[in-house]
């Protein structure tokens, strides 16, 4: 059987495979899985999490989109005798998250080394299905993991900062250089956890209201948000004075400068004017990567 690792890595899907078990194990001993708990694995690659996940979860449901890795790992797992391991040659973008949760029958746990291209696409779409998931470890570029942890005022802070972390509350476990990676890429990474809110305060009125709100604020960053919010014309401009002073919004100030509880509570004064229903805005379930 060929190996694994003698299979070159394709550079349009994006794959850095993770080159050292030790590496592997440490990833592994920051995750809190019980045994007998289901996992998803987001692209599996070389199989570097895979085994090892196999070891301490109850079931582990392995996604590669890479036909060629997937049959070997496929003929890996067989050979290995770890019947909890299954290997799927699938798109993660693509995949019918909710299908995971009727073959698990509970929420499960996803764990991915994801293709830069595709990490903020990917933590939109934790944050959709987080109903069903138990809470998300990914690796990202540092660069992504940096504005998942902004604070208000920081150029990091933004959109992705703001619709993430209303939902998840976000920690870095692991600071990994080019070095940890095959290819090496040109950054760092960092592993991150994501646990998912028990309550969400405050709580809102319509989300794709905030949604849109938040998206508006940041789409023009150098913007005051009076003009930020009326740039696309969907509110006009006395209704967005009259939300942002009823949320005690500045409207001279900038959306780096607010909290997400900020942001909250100035899209449910605007929900909560008469000229707008709640649910009249409507937008995707949630932005699409950049």
Do not use: C
Not at 167 to 176: D, V
């Amino acid at each position: 059987m060929k190996d694994l690792k003698n299979l070159p890595p394709l550079k349009a899907l994006g794959q850095n495979f993770l080159r050292h078990p030790e590496t592997a194990r440490r990833i592994l001993d920051a995750l809190p899985i019980k045994p007998g708990e289901p996992v998803v694995e987001l692209g599996a690659g070389q199989g570097a999490l895979t085994f090892l996940l196999g070891e301490k979860a109850g079931s582990v449901l392995a996604l590669e989109i890479d036909a060629g890795l997937a049959a070997r790992l496929e003929e890996q797992v067989r050979e290995s005798g770890l019947t909890q391991i299954q290997v799927r040659h699938e798109d993660m973008m693509k995949a019918d998250w909710g299908e995971w949760f009727r073959v698990f029958q509970e929420p499960f746990w996803i764990v991915g080394n994801l293709p830069y291209q595709l990490s903020t696409a990917v933590l939109f779409r934790i944050i959709e299905f987080r109903s069903i998931l138990k809470g998300g470890y990914v690796m990202l570029q540092k660069e992504v993991a940096d504005r998942l942890l902004g604070q208000p005022g920081q150029k990091v802070y933004g959109l992705l900062t703001v619709l993430i972390g209303y939902y998840a509350e976000i920690r870095p476990l692991l600071q990994l250089g080019p070095g940890s990676f095959f290819p090496r890429p040109k950054v760092s990474s960092t592993f991150v956890e994501l646990r998912f809110r028990e309550k969400l305060q405050p709580e809102i009125r319509d989300e794709a209201l905030f949604q849109w709100t938040v998206r508006a604020a940041f789409g023009q960053r150098r913007k005051q948000l009076k003009n930020a919010l009326t740039a696309d014309s969907r509110f006009p401009p006395a209704m967005i004075l009259e939300a942002l002073g009823h949320a005690r919004v500045d409207p001279s100030a900038r959306g780096e400068t607010l909290s997400i509880e900020r942001f909250v509570h100035l899209a449910n004064a605007l929900s909560g004017h008469p000229d707008v229903s709640v649910g009249a805005v409507r937008e995707p379930p949630l932005p699409a990567a950049r």
